[in-house]
Each structure stands twice: as C-alpha cells, then as structure tokens.
C-alpha cells in the first residue's frame, strides 16, 4: 500500500478538533499546518473511495471536512495552490479549446470481430516474435475491458496535474484541463510513494465514462428542461467533458479508468499487468475486471467471460482489448500505419435489429419541447421486446432521413435508450413518407417555435396541458410570484382536478376548493389563499419572470420592464424595437415576440390583471440610486434574507456577489460575519452595518 494508512488514520483524528475554531483566530502558519492536514485528509479519503473502492467515512463527514478546507483558504487566499481540493470548480469558461500536440501519439487500434481473428492474432504475434524458432520463451497476454467512452491523456509533472487532453486525431487533440480538474476520480496530485519519489513526469491515459443509472437520469433531467437527449453514454461523456464552461462539466456525473501511459520520467514498467498495479498506488484508478492470459485460450475464454458480464458492469463496453504484456516485446512489435502491432481491439457481436417505421408522433415536454417519436413494429432487442424510439428532433430525422414506413437497423446498447441507427434505403417501394413537426402544439395548438440556434422545437402556449404543472410551479416560485404553500403535491392535484387550468386561474381558487385537496386542513388553505393575495402586488420584472417566456430569465426580464415600463407596451413591442434593447439578441427578441403574438398567452395575462394583479412602478435603472456599485453581503442580516437583500441592490441598479475583491464598493456585515470582512478591511474596501445599508437604499 502506498499510503502510511497508520499515519493517515491518526491525521483523520486530529483534523476533527479544530472544526470549531474561528478562521480569524488562526495564524499564517497555524492555518498552513491546518490546510496541509485537511488536505491529506481529503486527498486519503479520495483514494478510498475511487480507487480502493473501500469508503472510511460517510459523505456528510467528506462534505464537512472539504469545507473546512474552503474556509480557511478562503480567509487565507494566499495559501491556495491549484492542487487543491478546493479548486476542481472554479475556471472561467473558454472561448475555444486550445489544441494540445500528444508527445507520444494515443494510436488507434486494429479491430477484430471474432474468435478465429483472436487467434490468428496470437499466431502473428508469436511469429514476429520468433517463438517458434525458441528466440523468446512464451508470449503472455492481458485483457481489459474496452470502455465505450472518451479517451484522455493527463500530465502530471512532480505529481501535480498540469495539462489534460481529448485523444483527438491521435497526434493532437484538446485541451480540456479544467474540466477534467471537475472530475472527482482525477487526482490533482498524485499520491505519494514510500518506496519512491513521484515520477518528475508521467503522462497516463485513460477513458472518461458516464455509468448508465447516472446516463438515464440525466436524460430524464433534460427531458424535463427540454433539452435533446444524449444518444448514449459514450455521446453523454464527450459532450461533458467538451464544454467551454467547467461548471457545466462539474455537474456531469463523469468517471475515469485509466489504462496506459505515454512518457515516464522517473518511474519504469516492465509490463502492462505491472503499470496496471502500480496506477493506484498513486491514484489513479484502474479498471478491476483485468485479466492476465498465460495463453491465447485463456485470452478467449475472457473474452467469452466479458461478453457475459457486460449487463452487469454498469457501464458499456464494445468489447475487450487484447494487448501483449511485455513492454520490450511491444517495443521490438512496434507499430503499423497508426495502430500498435501488439494490441488488438476485439468488438462484441452488435446487438441489432431490422423493424419497420409504422408511424412518427410528437410528445410535448413538461417545458414544451416537442419531441419526434418512431413507432415500429415490436422487435427483440438484447432480450427487451422495443416498440418505440426517440428521434430527438427535425435534424436528426433529417439527417438519417428516417420516413414513414421505412426499414431501419435498431440497436439497443445494454439498457441504454432504443436508437434507429440508419435507413435500409433499398426496401424503399415509394409509399413511405417524408415527417415534419408541426407548426402548431399537437396538444393545446399554439404556435410552435424554433429558435436560432436550437435543435428543439417548443409550444409557446402558457396554457397548455402537456406543461402545465411546470408553468404553475414556475410562476409560484420565490424569485417569481413567490406564492407561498403551492408546492409540488398541492399542484399536482390543483391541475388533476382541473381547479387550475392556466397559471390565471390561481387567482380564482375559493377554500371550498382548496378544501377538497387531499392533506388540505383550513388552516393551511387560508395560508395558501393569503400568499396568492400578497401575490398580487408585484412588479412587472417578477410578472414577466413568472410568465416563463423562453430565455427571459431575472435579469433579461429586469431588462424588459425597466426599458417598457408597462405590460401594454411590451405587448405591442415590434421584433425590431425589442432587439434595439441592450442585452436584447435576435433569439431572445424572437422568443418575446412568439409569446405575445399567442392569442391564449394574451388571454392568460388579461385574466391575471382581471383576477387582481397590479404592477406597482419600478425604479428605471437609469435613475437608480445604486447604479454601477457593488455588494457583498456577509454574516446574518435580522430583517433580510441575503437573497431578498441582493435583489433590492439589483432593483437599484447595483450588482450583488459573493467574492471580495479590489472591485467591490460597499461589504454588508451582519452577525458572525466571516473573512470576508477581514479581507474586505485589509483591501480598504468600506464596510457598511444593516442600519447603514437601510439609509443607503433609502428604507431606514
């Protein structure tokens, strides 16, 4: 074991004592020793999660040590190194990916489909090696799973991680160093040996994957907001770990093995089952289902094995990968065109299916994307009866050019959604027919919409019924109408019974209505109604918000009302006036514009002015008392929420944040304010009480 477990234990122990002791009470080097501790800690218990497989402590625990971590870095800003914990999340997103040239090229491999292919190359190897002439004694084999996701190299330079990097076109590919920095089974830093010092170089590789529990939910996640849907774990896995912006990446359930290397300085490897055994000793995970094969009989019956196990892994793989174990055998094999002599891809058997196209229909989503399903004739599939598949959206139907009555290859990769992979366009007798979706809601017949730049289509109906809970819920949220006590549950049966039909109709619930909700007492009820009276007095930013108009989010809305004023204004707004607006694109302006032209979205906002919401006068931003400052809030405030507070500085024309810096104008602090109202003296910047803020946004 690479770790001093003894050591490590007893660091574990000591971390604990001081989880109470304020930030500011700590020296520089007190808080050094701290954030080295803490950092061990965190570092250790990766390892037993990730590689070892073996957790010591709960994720509660995990949770409260890493921060701990944050907070005295946080206070002591200095002491952040790039490797810490603490920095996975954190980079601004790119513009464009920069491209990284592979100092030792990441080759493909040649393919090989079956049994009789494993064994001739087995013969090849042996005779490229001379066995048969006794120049070598034996050739040994090991097998691994070949991961169905995204091949990476990382490098780290005396143990810290430096660059990271997509295989690209083998010779160069993408620098996508900070998103791999979110993935938690990727070490920052590598662990440390006690039989050797960490190599001044290594440059490993391995394969980014999305597990298929984690691949579905997300697909459930984006089928609820309306986005497309991944095709498959592999496409998930890319798509992650090829964003511009890391937060994006950090939110995406991604996963590493790795397998191989490029260059190593200071450190050697004799044999693949020897690197294979040494990764984890300095973090870096490895694949468990490895096989070392003495024969090539032993090689097939692996292989045989896998095939077997692949619906249990949890993750796909297309087959194994066969490679000779020997590094000297593989450096005198050597290479061929771009792929290794001594290695060889071995794929499973496809698993696919021939069905006909009977019909194509449209699902509308909670958030009204339209959604293009094919319906077939029911076909067996990897042991699972498929009569359906989503077809994403008009490109992807335009694309495969997949028509009504048409015959296509279905696959179905391990319990992964059904995908039409192409068209057998030669079973064609001219009957088939072309699809389109269609221009108006299949559900409530609104207008649907396209905007520039998206693949997915959506009904601009605020009343349709395919959405509705979603709308409702949306329009009763805080930062919304904030209409206390709707939930989820008490939504759910309002729009069921059919006692809210439109978001409009909110404002007409009586308590005998109300009354007849399952769990529904008179008190609450009252509560319920009480909150949608307050509601009423809103501002046209909140109202807007509320209506969920496609990419009028808070601040485009806050746009809109402090540039028209009133709800009559905006109304009649002509596409081009709208994109006159500061801030205003042609998407956002299209978006506008397709609301307010829907004869029921028109209908929904007469009935909630009828129904008593009154737009009390805002502020314009142009006369705003706050106009260009910056806030940041620290500490507890009695009567505000941080929430509530940021947003009075935003309707003032202020910005509110929650780092210091030489750019911040005024830090609010309330009670048990943290370091950053240390930090915010020492940068001078000028400090305001709760009393003090009131006088400046006039409410004292």
């Given at each position: 074991?690479?770790?001093?477990?003894?050591?490590?234990?007893?660091?574990?122990?000591?971390?604990?004592?001081?989880?109470?002791?304020?930030?500011?009470?700590?020296?520089?080097?007190?808080?050094?020793?701290?954030?080295?501790?803490?950092?061990r800690?965190?570092?250790?218990?990766?390892?037993?999660?990730?590689?070892l497989?073996?957790?010591?402590?709960?994720?509660?625990?995990?949770?409260?040590?890493?921060?701990?971590?944050?907070e005295?870095?946080?206070g002591?800003?200095?002491?952040v190194?790039p490797?810490?914990?603490?920095?996975?999340?954190?980079?601004r997103?790119?513009?464009?990916?920069r491209?990284?040239?592979?100092?030792?090229?990441?080759?493909?491999?040649?393919?090989?489909f079956?049994?009789?292919?494993?064994?001739?190359?087995?013969?090849?190897?042996?005779?490229l090696?001379?066995?048969?002439?006794?120049?070598?004694?034996?050739?040994?084999?090991?097998?691994?799973?070949?991961?169905?996701?995204?091949?990476?190299?990382?490098?780290?330079?005396n143990?810290?991680?430096?660059?990271?990097?997509?295989?690209?076109?083998?010779?160069?590919?993408?620098d996508?160093?900070?998103?791999?920095?979110t993935?938690?089974?990727v070490?920052?830093?590598?662990?440390?040996?006690?039989?050797?010092?960490l190599?001044?170089?290594?440059?490993?590789?391995?394969?980014?994957?999305?597990r298929?529990?984690?691949?579905?939910?997300?697909?459930?996640?984006?089928?609820r907001?309306?986005e497309?849907?991944?095709?498959?774990?592999?496409?998930?896995?890319?798509?992650?770990?090829?964003?511009?912006?890391?937060?994006?990446?950090?939110?995406?359930?991604?996963?590493?093995?790795?397998?191989?290397?490029?260059?190593?300085?200071?450190?050697?490897?004799?044999?693949?089952?020897?690197?294979l055994?040494?990764?984890p000793k300095?973090?870096l995970?490895?694949?468990?289902?490895?096989g070392?094969?003495?024969?090539?009989?032993?090689?097939?019956?692996?292989?045989?094995d896998?095939?077997q196990?692949?619906?249990?892994?949890?993750?796909?793989?297309?087959?194994?990968?066969?490679?000779?174990?020997?590094f000297?055998?593989q450096?005198?094999?050597?290479?061929?065109?771009?792929?290794p002599?001594?290695?060889?891809?071995?794929?499973?058997?496809?698993?696919?299916?021939?069905?006909?196209?009977?019909?194509?229909?449209v699902q509308?989503?909670?958030?009204?994307?339209?959604?293009?399903?094919?319906?077939?004739?029911?076909?067996?599939?990897?042991g699972?009866?498929v009569?359906?598949?989503?077809?994403?959206?008009?490109?992807?139907?335009?694309r495969?050019?997949?028509?009504i009555?048409?015959?296509v290859?279905?696959?179905r990769?391990?319990?992964?959604i059904?995908?039409?992979?192409?068209?057998?366009?030669?079973n064609?007798?001219?009957?088939e027919?072309?699809?389109?979706?269609?221009?108006?809601?299949?559900?409530?017949?609104?207008?649907?919409?396209?905007?520039?730049?998206e693949?997915?289509?959506?009904c601009?109906?605020?009343?349709c019924?395919?959405?509705?809970k979603?709308?409702?819920s949306h329009?009763?949220?805080?930062?919304?109408?904030?209409?206390?006590g709707?939930?989820?549950?008490?939504?759910?049966?309002?729009?069921?019974?059919?006692l809210?039909?439109?978001?409009?109709d909110?404002y007409s619930?009586?308590?005998?209505?109300?009354?007849?909700?399952?769990?529904?007492?008179?008190?609450?009820a009252?509560?319920?109604?009480a909150?949608?009276?307050?509601?009423?007095?809103?501002?046209?930013?909140?109202?807007?918000?509320?209506?969920g108009?496609?990419?009028?989010?808070?601040?485009?809305s806050?746009?809109?009302?402090?540039?028209?004023?009133?709800?009559?204004?905006?109304?009649?707004a002509s596409?081009?006036?709208?994109?006159e607006?500061?801030?205003?694109?042609?998407q956002?302006?299209?978006?506008?514009r397709?609301?307010f032209?829907?004869?029921?979205?028109?209908?929904v906002?007469?009935?909630?002015?009828?129904?008593?919401v009154?737009?009390?006068?805002?502020?314009?931003?142009?006369?705003a008392?706050?106009?260009?400052?910056s806030?940041?809030?620290?500490?507890?405030?009695?009567?505000?929420?941080?929430e509530?507070?940021?947003?009075?500085?935003?309707?003032?024309?202020?910005?509110?944040?929650?780092?210091?810096?030489?750019?911040?104008d005024?830090?609010?602090?309330?009670k048990e304010?943290g370091?950053?109202?240390?930090?915010?003296?020492?940068?001078?910047?000028?400090?305001?009480?709760?009393?003090e803020f009131?006088?400046?946004?006039?409410?004292?």
């Amino acid at each position: 074991m690479t770790f001093d477990l003894a050591k490590e234990k007893d660091t574990n122990k000591r971390t604990g004592k001081h989880d109470d002791e304020d930030v500011e009470s700590l020296s520089r080097k007190e808080a050094t020793a701290r954030i080295a501790e803490l950092r061990r800690e965190i570092n250790y218990h990766n390892y037993r999660y990730y590689v070892l497989d073996s957790p010591e402590i709960s994720d509660a625990k995990y949770d409260r040590t890493l921060k701990r971590l944050k907070e005295i870095e946080e206070g002591f800003p200095e002491l952040v190194t790039p490797d810490s914990p603490t920095q996975r999340v954190g980079a601004r997103p790119l513009e464009a990916f920069r491209e990284v040239r592979h100092f030792v090229p990441m080759l493909s491999l040649s393919n090989a489909f079956s049994e009789e292919e494993i064994r001739d190359f087995d013969t090849r190897m042996r005779k490229l090696l001379g066995v048969e002439s006794g120049v070598e004694k034996d050739v040994r084999y090991i097998a691994e799973p070949k991961l169905d996701g995204l091949a990476v190299e990382l490098v780290y330079e005396n143990g810290t991680l430096s660059v990271g990097s997509t295989r690209g076109d083998g010779v160069t590919g993408e620098d996508v160093t900070q998103n791999l920095r979110t993935v938690r089974s990727v070490p920052l830093r590598l662990l440390p040996d006690r039989r050797r010092a960490l190599p001044a170089l290594l440059e490993v590789r391995g394969e980014v994957i999305i597990r298929i529990e984690e691949f579905k939910k997300l697909n459930r996640e984006r089928e609820r907001e309306g986005e497309p849907l991944f095709a498959n774990p592999r496409n998930a896995a890319a798509g992650s770990l090829r964003q511009l912006d890391p937060g994006i990446t950090a939110s995406r359930p991604l996963e590493v093995f790795f397998y191989g290397i490029g260059r190593a300085q200071g450190v050697k490897f004799d044999t693949q089952d020897g690197l294979l055994k040494a990764l984890p000793k300095f973090g870096l995970r490895v694949n468990p289902h490895v096989g070392v094969c003495d024969t090539i009989e032993e090689v097939l019956e692996y292989y045989r094995d896998m095939m077997q196990k692949r619906d249990t892994l949890g993750y796909e793989i297309d087959g194994v990968v066969v490679k000779v174990n020997d590094f000297a055998q593989q450096d005198r094999l050597g290479t061929i065109s771009r792929s290794p002599r001594w290695a060889l891809a071995v794929k499973f058997p496809a698993r696919q299916e021939t069905t006909k196209v009977t019909d194509i229909v449209v699902q509308v989503g909670r958030t009204g994307a339209l959604t293009p399903v094919a319906v077939m004739e029911p076909v067996n599939v990897g042991g699972v009866t498929v009569s359906r598949a989503t077809l994403h959206n008009q490109d992807e139907i335009d694309r495969k050019d997949i028509r009504i009555g048409d015959t296509v290859i279905l696959q179905r990769a391990g319990d992964v959604i059904p995908e039409i992979v192409s068209v057998i366009t030669s079973n064609r007798t001219g009957r088939e027919r072309r699809f389109r979706i269609p221009d108006t809601c299949p559900v409530c017949g609104s207008d649907t919409v396209r905007l520039p730049g998206e693949a997915v289509t959506r009904c601009t109906g605020i009343a349709c019924a395919a959405q509705l809970k979603e709308l409702v819920s949306h329009f009763a949220s805080r930062r919304a109408m904030d209409i206390q006590g709707l939930g989820d549950k008490i939504i759910e049966q309002l729009t069921e019974k059919g006692l809210v039909k439109s978001v409009a109709d909110i404002y007409s619930l009586r308590p005998a209505e109300l009354m007849t909700l399952d769990r529904m007492g008179e008190k609450l009820a009252n509560n319920i109604l009480a909150s949608v009276e307050k509601s009423k007095n809103t501002t046209l930013a909140r109202l807007l918000y509320a209506l969920g108009i496609r990419h009028a989010g808070e601040h485009i809305s806050r746009i809109l009302a402090d540039h028209f004023g009133r709800m009559d204004r905006l109304r009649a707004a002509s596409l081009e006036e709208l994109q006159e607006i500061g801030e205003i694109g042609p998407q956002v302006a299209l978006s506008v514009r397709s609301f307010f032209d829907q004869k029921i979205n028109i209908a929904v906002v007469d009935r909630l002015f009828a129904g008593g919401v009154r737009v009390r006068g805002e502020r314009p931003r142009s006369g705003a008392r706050l106009l260009g400052k910056s806030f940041v809030f620290t500490g507890t405030l009695e009567k505000y929420e941080r929430e509530e507070a940021s947003r009075i500085v935003e309707s003032l024309g202020g910005k509110a944040t929650s780092s210091i810096s030489q750019k911040i104008d005024y830090v609010v602090a309330g009670k048990e304010p943290g370091s950053k109202l240390r930090k915010a003296k020492e940068l001078g910047i000028r400090i305001l009480s709760e009393k003090e803020f009131e006088e400046l946004i006039g409410r004292s």
